[in-house]
């Protein structure tokens, strides 16, 4: 169970446990003024719960192929003070339906591309690009949206450029902050927002070291 300053989330029927990634995306996706946000791939609902706690009267609909996962999340969600605001689907991107658009969809989404599937296939859907390829999330940002929303993402920074790519003339980049784990090194996360629209500036991209103040700054309404 981790504990975090308003909820807690457990995580045992996961295939992927709670971790930076989804911490970091959940502090830094710009949810203010959302009415309607879209978790794929919720996991654990963490990243949910986040958003819940950041915007005080968004719907959250979390989704996850897994249906321990959703098991987990909808626990997790029932202990939560937001509990009337986030539901659970336990269904596939390319299967869901909505009458209703989302003015954001988050993801922490599997990344591995080329690496063998472990024999554990829950843990497979969970880490491989095959149980979620980038399209069906481009995809399902072109048809789940409004016309003005938004799509934020975090994956590993040599993946991320594949992501770019995929959603290459279909969405616009906007925002992007690369993650240092280490002064002199090159970044290894980046999370990106991305709209439908395209804007006219350039796109406001930066870095940030971990531990860093402005790090600490992000994360400090959680950790406890």
């Not at 989704?63 to 269904?91: C, G, K, M, Y």
């Not at 954001?104 to 024999?119: G, K, T």
């Not at 920074?157 to 279909?170: G, H, I, L, N, P």
Request: one cysteine or more; aromatic letters at 8%; a negative charge.
């Amino acid at each position: 169970m981790f504990q975090f300053k308003q909820f807690a989330v457990a995580d045992e029927l996961c295939a992927m446990k709670v971790g930076t990634d989804g911490v970091l995306l959940g502090a830094w996706a710009d949810v203010e003024g959302d009415s309607r946000i879209l978790d794929i791939g919720t996991g654990s609902g963490l990243i949910a719960l986040m958003l819940a706690q950041r915007n005080a009267k968004a719907e959250i609909v979390a989704l996850d192929i897994d249906e321990d996962a959703t098991i987990q999340a909808q626990h997790n969600f029932s202990l939560s003070p937001w509990n009337s605001r986030l539901s659970v689907v336990h269904s596939n991107i390319t299967d869901y339906m909505s009458d209703r658009k989302f003015t954001h969809i988050v993801s922490n989404p599997p990344y591995f591309v080329d690496s063998l599937h472990s024999p554990n296939a829950a843990r497979t859907a969970a880490r491989h690009t095959s149980s979620l390829p980038f399209v069906d999330i481009v995809a399902a940002a072109e048809r789940l949206l409004e016309p003005e929303g938004r799509l934020s993402v975090i994956l590993p920074t040599d993946v991320a450029s594949m992501f770019r790519r995929e959603a290459f003339e279909r969405l616009w980049l906007t925002r992007q902050l690369d993650i240092v784990t280490k002064a002199g090194e090159p970044p290894r996360r980046t999370m990106m927002e991305f709209c439908l629209i395209q804007e006219p500036q350039m796109p406001r991209c930066a870095a940030m070291l971990m531990g860093s103040e402005e790090c600490r700054e992000l994360t400090n309404d959680f950790y406890l």
